[in-house]
Protein backbone atom coordinates (compact mmCIF):
# COMPACT_ATOMS: atom_id res chain seq x y z
CA UNK A 1 0.00 0.00 0.00
CA UNK A 2 0.99 3.67 -1.06
CA UNK A 3 0.60 7.14 1.05
CA UNK A 4 1.37 9.77 -0.95
CA UNK A 5 3.19 12.27 1.92
CA UNK A 6 3.55 15.51 -1.01
CA UNK A 7 1.58 17.36 1.59
CA UNK A 8 2.81 16.90 4.43
CA UNK A 9 6.74 17.31 3.04
CA UNK A 10 5.49 20.69 1.56
CA UNK A 11 3.20 22.29 4.28
CA UNK A 12 5.04 23.61 7.19
CA UNK A 13 3.52 21.93 10.50
CA UNK A 14 1.12 19.74 8.96
CA UNK A 15 0.33 16.44 10.86
CA UNK A 16 -1.75 13.72 9.67
CA UNK A 17 -2.36 10.64 12.16
CA UNK A 18 -3.78 7.90 10.26
CA UNK A 19 -4.58 3.75 10.53
CA UNK A 20 -3.69 1.73 7.81
CA UNK A 21 -4.25 -2.03 7.80
CA UNK A 22 -1.15 -3.75 6.06
CA UNK A 23 -1.05 -6.66 3.41
CA UNK A 24 1.64 -8.37 4.46
CA UNK A 25 1.11 -12.19 5.10
CA UNK A 26 4.78 -13.20 6.11
CA UNK A 27 8.23 -11.56 6.01
CA UNK A 28 11.12 -13.28 4.64
CA UNK A 29 14.74 -12.56 5.44
CA UNK A 30 18.12 -15.28 5.64
CA UNK A 31 16.84 -16.77 9.06
CA UNK A 32 13.85 -17.77 6.65
CA UNK A 33 10.09 -17.41 6.46
CA UNK A 34 7.90 -15.90 9.26
CA UNK A 35 4.19 -16.39 8.61
CA UNK A 36 2.14 -13.76 10.18
CA UNK A 37 -0.92 -14.94 12.33
CA UNK A 38 -1.75 -11.75 13.69
CA UNK A 39 -1.42 -8.22 13.16
CA UNK A 40 -3.05 -4.44 14.78
CA UNK A 41 -3.29 -1.76 12.66
CA UNK A 42 -0.21 0.20 12.06
CA UNK A 43 -1.02 4.00 13.63
CA UNK A 44 1.14 6.54 11.93
CA UNK A 45 1.46 9.92 12.36
CA UNK A 46 3.04 11.91 9.87
CA UNK A 47 4.43 15.64 10.68
CA UNK A 48 6.53 18.31 8.18
CA UNK A 49 9.48 18.64 10.10
CA UNK A 50 11.14 21.34 7.65
CA UNK A 51 11.28 22.28 3.96
CA UNK A 52 11.31 18.32 1.99
CA UNK A 53 11.46 16.18 5.08
CA UNK A 54 9.12 14.49 7.34
CA UNK A 55 9.06 12.79 10.39
CA UNK A 56 6.89 9.15 10.43
CA UNK A 57 6.01 7.57 13.61
CA UNK A 58 4.13 4.51 13.65
CA UNK A 59 2.80 1.98 16.29
CA UNK A 60 1.77 -1.83 15.26
CA UNK A 61 1.88 -5.49 16.85
CA UNK A 62 2.82 -8.61 14.98
CA UNK A 63 2.03 -12.09 15.95
CA UNK A 64 4.91 -14.43 14.18
CA UNK A 65 4.98 -18.64 13.82
CA UNK A 66 8.71 -19.27 14.63
CA UNK A 67 10.14 -22.39 15.44
CA UNK A 68 12.71 -22.80 18.67
CA UNK A 69 16.40 -22.87 18.04
CA UNK A 70 17.13 -25.74 20.45
CA UNK A 71 14.37 -27.73 19.81
CA UNK A 72 12.71 -26.97 16.62
CA UNK A 73 9.07 -27.13 17.91
CA UNK A 74 7.11 -24.46 16.64
CA UNK A 75 6.67 -21.30 18.75
CA UNK A 76 4.61 -17.95 18.50
CA UNK A 77 6.50 -14.73 19.48
CA UNK A 78 4.61 -11.22 19.58
CA UNK A 79 7.23 -8.18 17.96
CA UNK A 80 6.02 -4.87 18.97
CA UNK A 81 7.02 -1.77 16.19
CA UNK A 82 7.11 1.03 17.74
CA UNK A 83 9.71 3.69 15.29
CA UNK A 84 10.14 6.91 14.26
CA UNK A 85 11.79 7.51 10.79
CA UNK A 86 12.93 11.13 9.19
CA UNK A 87 12.18 11.25 5.46
CA UNK A 88 12.99 13.51 2.35
CA UNK A 89 11.67 14.31 -0.65
CA UNK A 90 13.51 12.64 -3.74
CA UNK A 91 15.59 15.50 -4.61
CA UNK A 92 16.79 16.09 -0.70
CA UNK A 93 19.15 13.19 -1.13
CA UNK A 94 19.60 13.11 -5.27
CA UNK A 95 18.52 10.21 -7.60
CA UNK A 96 22.27 8.86 -8.00
CA UNK A 97 22.93 8.23 -3.90
CA UNK A 98 20.86 5.29 -3.05
CA UNK A 99 19.99 5.46 0.54
CA UNK A 100 19.03 2.22 2.27
CA UNK A 101 17.32 4.54 4.86
CA UNK A 102 14.97 5.73 2.38
CA UNK A 103 14.06 2.39 0.77
CA UNK A 104 10.37 2.33 1.72
CA UNK A 105 10.00 5.44 -0.08
CA UNK A 106 9.06 5.73 -3.72
CA UNK A 107 9.08 9.02 -4.70
CA UNK A 108 6.69 10.92 -2.52
CA UNK A 109 5.13 7.63 -1.67
CA UNK A 110 5.37 6.06 1.36
CA UNK A 111 5.65 1.89 1.24
CA UNK A 112 3.76 0.98 3.97
CA UNK A 113 4.89 -2.88 3.32
CA UNK A 114 8.02 -1.94 2.98
CA UNK A 115 8.57 0.45 6.29
CA UNK A 116 6.49 -2.58 8.26
CA UNK A 117 9.18 -5.01 6.98
CA UNK A 118 12.10 -2.86 7.89
CA UNK A 119 10.64 -2.33 11.31
CA UNK A 120 10.47 -6.32 11.68
CA UNK A 121 13.89 -6.49 10.02
CA UNK A 122 15.10 -4.82 13.12
CA UNK A 123 12.67 -6.00 16.11
CA UNK A 124 12.86 -9.83 15.23
CA UNK A 125 14.53 -11.94 17.95
CA UNK A 126 18.04 -13.36 17.34
CA UNK A 127 17.40 -16.47 19.61
CA UNK A 128 13.50 -18.07 19.67
CA UNK A 129 12.96 -20.70 22.88
CA UNK A 130 10.18 -22.13 23.54
CA UNK A 131 10.96 -21.59 27.16
CA UNK A 132 14.23 -20.07 29.12
CA UNK A 133 15.29 -23.69 29.81
CA UNK A 134 15.15 -25.23 26.62
CA UNK A 135 17.50 -28.42 26.40
CA UNK A 136 17.27 -28.96 22.80
CA UNK A 137 17.47 -32.46 20.94
CA UNK A 138 20.00 -35.08 21.34
CA UNK A 139 23.10 -34.89 19.13
CA UNK A 140 23.30 -38.33 18.42
CA UNK A 141 19.89 -39.93 18.12
CA UNK A 142 17.69 -36.76 17.84
CA UNK A 143 15.64 -37.12 20.76
CA UNK A 144 14.06 -34.19 22.21
CA UNK A 145 15.59 -33.67 26.00
CA UNK A 146 12.52 -31.41 27.22
CA UNK A 147 10.50 -34.89 27.61
CA UNK A 148 13.11 -36.90 29.01
CA UNK A 149 16.53 -38.29 28.86
CA UNK A 150 18.11 -40.07 25.77
CA UNK A 151 20.79 -42.29 27.74
CA UNK A 152 23.30 -41.09 24.78
CA UNK A 153 27.18 -40.72 25.62
CA UNK A 154 27.55 -37.05 25.86
CA UNK A 155 31.89 -37.33 26.80
CA UNK A 156 33.47 -35.15 24.75
CA UNK A 157 37.54 -35.81 25.33
CA UNK A 158 39.62 -32.39 25.93
CA UNK A 159 41.52 -32.15 22.41
CA UNK A 160 44.30 -31.19 24.03
CA UNK A 161 44.78 -34.14 25.83
CA UNK A 162 44.43 -35.84 22.36
CA UNK A 163 48.23 -36.81 22.01
CA UNK A 164 48.65 -38.48 25.09
CA UNK A 165 45.73 -40.83 24.63
CA UNK A 166 47.51 -42.20 21.24
CA UNK A 167 50.61 -42.47 23.70
CA UNK A 168 48.57 -44.80 26.06
CA UNK A 169 46.62 -46.63 22.62
CA UNK A 170 49.86 -47.26 20.88
CA UNK A 171 50.97 -49.40 23.72
CA UNK A 172 47.88 -51.63 24.26
CA UNK A 173 47.97 -55.00 22.24
CA UNK A 174 45.07 -55.90 20.21
Known sequence: MLINL???LVSEGKTVEMQVESELTEISCRMGTYPIEAKTPLFLTLTNAGINKASIEGRME????????????????????????????PEEHGAEAEDDDQNFME?????????IRNECFINLPVKVLCRPDCKGICMQCGKDLN???CGCDTFVPDPRMARIKDIFDADKEV
Open 6 to 8: TDV
Open 107 to 115: GYQLNIDGL
Open 62 to 89: LDFAMFCDRCLKPVSRKVKLDFTRQVSA
Open 147 to 149: EEE
